[in-house]
């Protein structure tokens, strides 16, 4: 008769299955750790490529179709520099790549994704974009690196279902542009931001950073700094301090299809720290091209495309000597008789020291008053009373094409109300007041004294020559180019403070200088960058806001 197995001995096979039960388990446990880990190291590794591809690209989209082929390759290319799962390359192409105007999709990619968010914009695929008008506004750049495979290590023990595993970066990277053409003015006087005049009667007028409204300006020559390398006009479009200068980023041809639209993504909320990059040297032909297709002029190798960067609707020249059909010269609109006091210049002319830069407290000879030469060397002298400025009327060039000057009131100094056109008032800005006489005229007569039949008053402010849709100061663009786009000519400008420019930081494409605000300047007359002197002539209008942005940011 057999032995009858002990108690413990029957539990032998049960200890060796619940052993063999509990490695599976341990395993299993083992291998959700160990291949979590695993699968959370290459998401971060697909992250990151993802977020440098979509940085690097979304820099350099610039609203033309060659900015998109430059993005794409750019983002390709840093993708490329990135491993994943330890040593395999995280490989992209086009396809993984999609743009559009807003940082969030309200469309689905190829792998399922984005998860929806507020406010939405439609997203289009890369490889689409094959014109100008086609990129015109893609400021987003979406890279997704697709799904990518995963080998798990002991999850598979569990079950077949877990020998693999996913994960993928993914992010979309951009700017919102703002309204700030990308050309650099010196402030006049960039120690107020704004000042009251205050005329003998009691009257008074705002000056913004030394500019006074309705006078016009070639903004081109304000710039002058002495013995520096050159003249701080042009300004990065993409590249703020304290973010690393790319000089290419300041090159006229990267540069001009900003000029074009008017548009850039730096001097976003002016403040007391804001500083732009500036170029102090630029090729005339595309900046000249991309400024004068608001005048509808896209040829000779335009930068610009119509579609996107259309023509004002209105491109009369407001000209000391327009062409033909010589009618509607502002000067009949501040003149009573076009005889009178023919105008020498297009635009005022500022005093300057033998350097070139502006003189003393940066007080032009138009100013209402003079600087005393006792007080000329003192920057923190306190400004003397008005007298008759020393600037005879017919340098002042043509007025008040745009709008006119400005009452100040309150303390800071703002705009109050506009001040009345009336001959008497006009004798007052341009001549204090004093019936000077000039060729045999009273100055009293030069002006007209009312605004007159011809001027509809499309706003209250602005009854000007250019703010008309007919008659002898209004010019449409060719029928091409109707109706064109209101105040495409109106260029709003960063005011730096030029006195901080050295020339060396960063060479002379990347040297920050502070800026004091964004200024409106409305363009009279095509752009001369050819000539000599080179032209921008235009008319100061007053500074501006800028609607607030972002700098290029990581949004997903």
């Given amino acids: 008769m057999a032995p009858t197995p002990s108690f413990r001995h029957r539990q032998r096979g049960v200890v060796a299955v619940m052993a063999g039960l509990t490695a599976v388990t341990l395993f299993a446990f083992g291998g959700i750790v160990?291949?979590?880990?695993?699968?959370?190291?290459?998401?971060?590794?697909?992250?990151?490529?993802?977020?440098?591809?979509?940085?690097?690209?979304?820099?350099?989209?610039?609203?033309?179709?060659?900015?998109?082929?430059?993005?794409?390759?750019?983002?390709?290319?840093?993708?490329?520099?990135?491993?994943?799962?330890?040593?395999?390359?995280?490989?992209?192409?086009?396809?993984?790549?999609?743009?559009?105007?807003?940082?969030?999709?309200?469309?689905?990619?190829?792998?399922?994704?984005?998860?929806?968010?507020?406010?939405?914009?439609?997203?289009?695929?890369?490889?689409?974009?094959?014109?100008?008008?086609?990129?015109?506004?893609?400021?987003?750049?979406?890279?997704?690196?697709?799904?990518?495979?995963?080998?798990?290590?002991?999850?598979?023990?569990?079950?077949?279902?877990?020998?693999?595993?996913?994960?993928?970066g993914y992010s979309v990277a951009g700017r919102f542009f703002t309204n700030v053409t990308p050309i650099g003015v010196c402030a006049v006087d960039p120690d107020n931001l704004t000042r009251s005049y205050v005329y003998p009667d009691g009257s008074t007028e705002l000056i913004e950073l030394g500019f006074r409204r309705g006078v016009s300006y070639n903004i081109i020559e304000l710039n002058p700094l002495g013995s520096a390398s050159g003249t701080p006009m042009l300004i990065n479009p993409v590249d703020a301090p304290p973010a690393i200068c790319?000089?290419?980023?300041?090159?006229?041809?990267?540069?001009?299809?900003?000029?074009?639209?008017?548009?850039?993504?730096?001097?976003?909320?002016?403040?007391?720290?804001?500083?732009?990059?500036?170029?102090?040297?630029?090729?005339?032909?595309?900046?000249?091209?991309?400024?004068?297709?608001?005048?509808?002029?896209?040829?000779?190798?335009?930068?610009?495309?119509?579609?996107?960067?259309?023509?004002?609707?209105?491109?009369?020249?407001?000209?000391?000597?327009?062409?033909?059909?010589?009618?509607?010269?502002?000067?009949?609109?501040?003149?009573?008789?076009?005889?009178?006091?023919?105008?020498?210049?297009?635009?005022?002319?500022?005093?300057?020291?033998?350097?070139?830069?502006?003189?003393?407290?940066?007080?032009?000879?138009?100013?209402?008053?003079?600087?005393?030469?006792?007080?000329?060397?003192?920057?923190?002298?306190?400004?003397?009373?008005?007298?008759?400025?020393?600037?005879?009327?017919?340098?002042?060039?043509?007025?008040?094409?745009?709008?006119r000057p400005y009452s100040a009131i309150g303390t800071p100094p703002k705009a109050g109300d506009p001040i009345t056109a009336t001959n008497l008032n006009w004798a007052k800005l341009y001549n204090a007041g004093s019936p000077q006489t000039t060729t045999g005229k009273d100055l009293l007569d030069v002006y007209p004294t009312e605004i007159g039949s011809n001027f509809t008053a499309n706003s209250p402010s602005s009854p000007s020559p250019y703010n008309q849709t007919g008659g002898s100061y209004f010019d449409p663009p060719p029928f091409a180019y109707r109706p064109g786009r209101a105040n495409r000519r109106v260029l709003n400008i960063v005011i730096v403070d030029c006195r901080a420019f050295v020339g060396t930081t960063g060479g002379l494409s990347c040297d920050a200088l502070p800026v004091k605000a964004i200024g409106k300047f409305f363009m009279q007359v095509p752009a001369d960058l050819n000539g000599s002197p080179k032209k921008i002539e235009t008319e100061f209008a007053g500074l501006v806001a800028p609607t607030p942005t972002s700098e290029i940011m990581l949004y997903r």
């Fill in 246 to 403: 790319d000089p290419n980023h300041s090159s006229a041809n990267f540069t001009a299809p900003f000029v074009c639209q008017g548009n850039s993504a730096v001097a976003n909320n002016v403040g007391a720290s804001t500083k732009v990059y500036v170029n102090t040297g630029f090729s005339a032909g595309p900046i000249q091209r991309a400024l004068n297709s608001r005048f509808a002029d896209f040829g000779g190798g335009s930068p610009c495309d119509p579609a996107t960067a259309p023509s004002d609707s209105n491109i009369r020249y407001f000209a000391k000597n327009p062409p033909p059909p010589a009618i509607g010269q502002p000067r009949d609109w501040m003149e009573k008789d076009a005889n009178v006091l023919p105008k020498d210049y297009q635009t005022v002319t500022l005093n300057r020291d033998a350097s070139g830069n502006l003189t003393g407290l940066h007080e032009p000879d138009y100013w209402p008053y003079a600087v005393p030469p006792s007080l000329a060397a003192n920057p923190f002298a306190p400004a003397p009373p008005p007298v008759t400025p020393t600037l005879p009327f017919e340098r002042y060039g043509v007025l008040w094409s745009y709008s």
């Fill in 34 to 168: 160990l291949d979590l880990g695993h699968l959370y190291i290459a998401k971060t590794e697909l992250q990151n490529a993802s977020d440098a591809a979509a940085l690097a690209g979304a820099k350099e989209l610039n609203n033309k179709l060659s900015g998109v082929t430059a993005a794409v390759n750019r983002a390709i290319a840093t993708a490329a520099q990135h491993e994943y799962n330890f040593n395999s390359p995280v490989t992209i192409t086009i396809a993984n790549i999609r743009l559009g105007s807003c940082p969030n999709a309200n469309n689905l990619n190829t792998w399922n994704r984005p998860v929806l968010r507020t406010p939405p914009c439609t997203f289009v695929s890369a490889a689409s974009v094959t014109s100008d008008t086609a990129a015109s506004g893609l400021t987003f750049m979406e890279v997704d690196t697709g799904d990518q495979t995963l080998n798990t290590y002991l999850m598979r023990v569990a079950s077949a279902a877990f020998e693999t595993t996913q994960t993928a």
